[in-house]
């Protein structure tokens, strides 16, 4: 158990449709990281927050949105769903090491399917 | 182009063999870590690596990184079932304040 939990695990939903996807972080850490893991295109780093605000961003959707609360959880939100939307999505949070030395810990992940 | 090439992407062993998972790169990495990740679980770090030339062990499992932290490998010793999994590498460059960027994984099968 990594400290890290995602809700729900399992989504199902049609295409067009918006879904939110939840994450808690670790107890004490302030960065919180999205991914998105698919057959193809293997772990893909959507989007980082750090204590409510966006730090870094990757390869999200402008249909893609995320936040993150004063509590330090954070939201993934989903709309206008396409058939290749259907994934696991991962949130991830970390603590630092060292300079530079960010070691991230997972949760379980959400599996998204979209009809 | 993946910035950080996984080689071999499939690996199917026999219990008791030795392997090595390797993950290349052209650009220099600040820390490099692996994960191991079993089917529809979280990847779940292994080991981090930052200096060049780097060498840890977890038991069976040796990780090395490269001199000029371009590259790393996973050597794991005497294979077991309990092995198998989806290996990643994923490292971080400079400062981008822990951003992971993945290889593509390669997949261990472990038989009996």
């Known amino acids: 158990d990594s400290g890290v939990t995602q809700t729900p695990k399992h989504l199902i939903t049609a295409t067009g449709q918006r879904v939110t996807l939840r994450c808690s972080p670790r107890s004490g850490d302030l960065s919180v990281y999205w991914y998105q893991q698919s057959l193809d295109q293997g772990l893909q780093f959507l989007i980082q927050y750090y204590n409510g605000e966006e730090r870094a961003k990757g390869n999200i959707l402008e249909r893609f949105s995320a936040q993150q609360f004063p509590d330090l959880h954070s939201e993934l939100n989903l709309s206008s769903l396409e058939l290749g939307d259907s994934a696991l999505y991962f949130c991830?949070?970390?603590?630092?090491?060292?300079?530079?030395?960010?070691?991230?810990?997972f949760g379980p992940g959400t599996r998204l399917t979209v009809t | 182009t993946q910035l950080l090439e996984q080689s071999p992407q499939f690996l199917s062993i026999q219990e008791g063999e030795n392997l090595t998972v390797y993950c290349n790169s052209s650009?220099?990495?600040?820390?490099l870590q692996w994960y191991r990740q079993e089917p529809g679980e979280g990847p779940v770090l292994l080991v981090t690596?930052?200096?060049?030339?780097e060498v840890k062990k977890l038991k069976r499992l040796t990780f090395q990184f490269g001199d000029a932290r371009k590259d790393s490998s996973l050597h794991i010793t005497a294979a077991q079932p309990g092995d198998t999994g989806l290996y990643l590498c994923a490292g971080v460059r400079g400062t981008s304040y822990g951003k992971l960027t993945f290889g593509q994984g390669t997949i261990l099968t472990v038989h009996p």
């Open positions: 650009s220099v990495f600040s820390s």
């Open positions: 991830a949070s970390s603590v630092r090491r060292l300079a530079g030395v960010y070691e991230q810990y």
């Open positions: 690596v930052v200096t060049g030339g």
